[in-house]
């Protein structure tokens, strides 16, 4: 079964930083494109950082210029660099990849909570 497994959540103080890892195992075609996505009580799941095959990538407005995200050389994993962290980052976050089929799946979330 195809499966996104991510680490790296927790607790921090506003300015910590965090950094997320996401790995794609039994992944049935070729990944393209693989990002993360978070939700916040409340709130409808937003995009947050994306990148693709070739490494280009795109932030939403309120992080850029202090998450940062890469992939390994492999294509299979993505790590998302959170800096400079403020309450308002505090969500889970979710994996998410998309296929050379252009189908997605989705990782199982992990909490980032940021005490102010």
């Known amino acids: 079964q195809e499966q996104l497994v991510e680490s790296g959540g927790g607790l921090v103080q506003a300015g910590g930083s965090l950094r997320l890892s996401c790995a794609a195992s039994?992944?049935?075609?070729?990944?393209?494109?693989m990002g993360w996505h978070r939700q916040a009580p409340g709130k409808q799941r937003e995009l947050v950082a994306r990148?693709?095959?070739?490494?280009?990538?795109n932030y939403a407005d309120s992080v850029k210029g202090r998450f940062t995200i890469s992939r390994d050389n492999a294509k299979t994993t993505v790590y998302l660099q959170m800096n400079s962290l403020k309450a308002e980052d505090t969500a889970v976050y979710y994996c998410?990849?998309?296929?050379?089929?252009?189908?997605?799946?989705w990782g199982q979330g992990t909490q980032v909570t940021v005490s102010s």
């Open positions: 998410v990849a998309t296929d050379i089929m252009l189908r997605t799946v």
């Open positions: 990148i693709t095959r070739g490494g280009d990538t």
């Open positions: 039994r992944m049935l075609f070729s990944i393209n494109d």
